[in-house]
Every structure is written in C-alpha cells, then in structure tokens.
Nanobody, 124 residues
Framework: QVQLVESGGGSVQAGGSLRLSCAVS????????IAWFRQAQGQERKMVAV???????NYADSVNGRFTIARDNANNTGHLQMNALKPEDTAVYYC??????????????????WGQGTQVTVSS
C-alpha cells in the first residue's frame, strides 16, 4: 500500500517562499502521477499542481508562475516550490498520487491515496 508523508509547511510572510516535499513509499514511484491539492478552511479541496509520470506539469491558474512542481524519481519524492506567497495561499496542503495508466486528473475525487497534510500559513 502506498504511503505519503508531506513535510515543509509552516508560516511565512507574504512574498516569502516555502518548499513542500512528499515522500512516497510502498510501490513503484514512477508508475504514478504526483499531485498537490490544498484545502482552505471551510472550502473544498482543490488542485494546485500535477506532474505526470513523464514529467509534464499542470498548474491551477491561481499559482501558475509562482509555484513549481517537481519529482525526484531517484528518491521517490515529490516537491512543490512555492514563491511569492500570498495570504490566499493559506491552506492545508496535501500530496496525492494517481496511477499513470488512469490518465491525468485535477479532480480530488479521482485521487484515492493522500498524505496527512501540512499547514501553510501566509500572513500579510
């Protein structure tokens, strides 16, 4: 069974940066697309970024140009570099994986395996 462990969250002032990591274990890492979602208080979980097994990336409009998703296949880890953070980026960030043969998806209900989440708080 795949296990996901996020790290790297924290509190930062607007304009600052954070780097989230997602350690994946339990199956062949390269068989999965890696995704980051976020859930602000009282809101639904929304896609932030996805990187496919082949390295293609997709970003939510709200983070495009500020966030960068990457994967380290040698270390079974996904990363989300977040720059120019804004207060509206405040949320719990979750990583997830989706088997590559199922195709790309940006919908949370298409993802069945989740990490525990890491809090990101951006103050103005």
């Amino acid at each position: 069974q795949v296990q996901l462990v996020e790290s790297g969250g924290g509190s930062v002032q607007a304009g600052g940066s954070l780097r989230l990591s997602c350690a994946v274990s339990g199956d062949t890492f390269t068989s999965y697309h890696i995704a980051w979602f976020r859930q602000a208080q009282g809101q639904e979980r929304k896609m932030v970024a996805v990187i496919t097994s082949s390295g293609s990336t997709n970003y939510a409009d709200s983070v495009n140009g500020r966030f960068t998703i990457a994967r380290d296949n040698a270390n079974n880890t996904g990363h989300l570099q977040m720059n120019a953070l804004k207060p509206e980026d405040t949320a719990v960030y979750y990583c997830s994986v989706r088997r590559s043969y199922l195709g790309f998806s940006g919908r949370s209900y298409d993802y069945k395996m989740w990490g525990q989440g890491t809090q990101v708080t951006v103050s103005s």
